[in-house]
């Protein structure tokens, strides 16, 4: 396995995580393998298919991807083809015959090949010894990026009875789980490094002047490349003019581009001519640029899974580069508007929960990396990042006292309730059908308004003392060190009481 390494890359050693899974394929287990981005997963699959002889397949939703993947193993002298929509059919046939023939060592498909009886029948004449899913979460229903089609070849490659190997960067628990199940991929072959990234510094900017922020930020950092993204079509365009009649040098990418211009704008950006990149979230899956310094969102994206593999675009080279995300309440109904037309009622479910967290992401007072991580795998421990804006920020509002109201109301409603429930009682609000007023938390905090009461309910969400399980609360065990005054809790969260802003008023 080195001997590959070291003669068809050049490098020296493995990096974690990657000869565990090349070990099981090796042995023929299919695998599952969840890295970072750059975290060097095409290697992992490719090392395997090497060794293991015969034509690996690779399945990859990426179109620009494959090119250039072919490319550098071709460069390497690693026989490699492509098949996809958008080749010519003399090209298709050729490749074809040279599977028939058995000159290649790989194979990059798009799952909507499998679609088609000629290809099946192909595939069954081929000696395939490995299936390698790039970007398999698309394989998940639950994923952030489902491609049903993606689902279904799974149903038609099993029967090959070569080991399968899965591989992504972003996977919550749910994600994984159904990729396991599909694939039959016991925990044991499941490889999990850290997804955290050492350079990047997260940050998030509720600013109401987004557009006098962002130029101001480019302005400062002038000699360097970043990508803006905003989430639509109309607002690419729009703020691409802008930048124009302020004289910032720029590029933008959208689906309802020509492709020609497409490939060009993206071209200038990935080569350095344009350091600006303004574009929607159809711009960057599978773009090879290291030195992203920046990455601003404009608008919120619709959840953590997204969020996560935009942001890290920045510093592929491990240089320190900031992640940024604007956003505002519009935001927040934009993305509710786009989940009222899905279609499929469990995944709007869903997809309702992931924005409610994407939501508490820009809330939360705690470590945004170790936030994020928490988010895909609630297991690791971290540590305060230490760059991010809430580790540079001070907490230094003691919210002890309304955490502890809260805690013993939520105690005392002797149920898990909902945020909003429990905000209306302690706010003294009662309810046709259940009547809470004989609690003696009943209105304990009327003075705050009910963002203010969700601003600490989340709060004590992060820090653990309360859980939430399908949108109820419940209080943790440790909720008793904050009861017994054996600690106490800060936050950043500065909340506003109606009886302070009287006084203001009186004056
Ligand atoms: P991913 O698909 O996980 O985003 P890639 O497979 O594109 O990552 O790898 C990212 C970069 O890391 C590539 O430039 C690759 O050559 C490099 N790389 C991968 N594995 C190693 C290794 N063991 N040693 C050194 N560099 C590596
Ligand atoms: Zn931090």
Not at 113 to 122: A, S
Not at 221 to 228: K, R, T
Not at 344 to 363: A, H, P, R
Request: a negative charge; aromatic letters at 10%; charged letters at 25%.
């Amino acid at each position: 396995m080195e001997q590959i390494l070291q003669k068809y890359y050049g490098f020296q050693e493995f990096r974690i995580g990657q000869r565990a899974l090349i070990e099981y394929a090796t042995q023929g287990q299919s695998s599952l393998g969840i890295l970072p981005t750059g975290g060097g997963k095409s290697i992992c699959y490719q090392v395997s298919g090497i060794a293991l002889g015969g034509l690996t397949l690779v399945i990859s939703p990426l179109i620009s991807l494959m090119k250039d993947q072919v490319d550098a193993l071709t460069a390497a002298g690693i026989k490699a083809a492509y098949l996809n929509s958008q080749q010519k059919a003399a090209e298709s046939r050729a490749v074809e015959a040279g599977l028939l023939n058995g000159e290649y060592r790989f194979l990059y498909v798009a799952p909507e090949r499998f679609e088609q009886n000629h290809f099946r029948n192909l595939l069954a004449r081929l000696d395939i010894r490995l299936i390698a899913f790039d970007e398999a979460h698309c394989i998940s229903k639950w994923g952030h990026d489902f491609r049903p089609s993606y689902r279904q070849v799974v149903g038609q490659v099993m029967h090959f009875g070569a080991p399968c190997m899965a591989v992504t960067a972003t996977a919550t628990v749910d994600v994984r789980n159904d990729i396991q199940t599909l694939l039959h991929i016991p925990d044991h072959y499941v490889v999990e490094t850290s997804i955290k990234r050492e350079n990047l510094a997260f940050n998030v900017d509720p600013t109401f002047q987004k557009d006098k922020m962002v130029r101001r930020y480019i302005k400062e950092h002038i000699q360097d490349s970043g990508i803006i993204y905003v989430s639509t079509r109309k607002q690419v365009e729009a703020l691409g003019e802008q930048f124009s009649d302020y004289g910032i040098k720029h590029t933008i990418y959208h689906a309802g581009l020509p492709a020609d211009t497409r490939e060009q704008n993206q071209s200038d950006f990935v080569n350095d001519n344009c350091p600006v990149m303004i574009a929607t979230n159809a711009f960057g899956m599978g773009i090879d640029k290291s030195n992203v310094r920046y990455v601003i969102h404009y608008n919120l994206p619709q959840d953590l899974e997204s969020y996560y593999q935009e942001a890290g675009r920045a510093g592929r080279d491990g240089l320190p580069s900031e992640c940024i995300l604007l956003f505002s309440e519009q935001d927040i109904r934009l993305q509710q508007f786009f989940i009222g037309n899905t279609a499929d009622e469990s995944i709007q479910e869903k997809k309702k929960e992931k924005l409610e967290k994407m939501v508490q992401y820009t809330k939360t007072t705690q470590c945004l990396q170790g936030t994020l991580i928490n988010y895909f795998n609630p297991a690791e421990h971290l540590e305060p990042c230490g760059r991010c804006t809430n580790c540079l920020k001070e907490a230094d509002y003691d919210m002890t006292t309304e955490a502890k109201k809260l805690l013993s109301c939520l105690l005392r409603m002797k149920t898990a309730v909902s945020k909003s429930v429990l905000t209306k009682v302690i706010r003294g609000e009662n309810f046709p059908h259940h009547d809470y007023s004989h609690l003696s938390t009943f209105g304990l905090m009327k003075e705050y308004e009910s963002k203010d009461i969700h601003g600490f309910i989340d709060t004590l969400l992060f820090n653990g003392y309360v859980d939430e399980y399908e949108g109820k609360l419940s209080a943790h065990e440790s909720a008793k060190d904050i009861l017994f005054d054996e600690v106490k809790l800060m936050t950043h969260y500065h909340p506003v009481r109606y009886n302070e802003r009287v006084t203001i008023h009186t004056l």
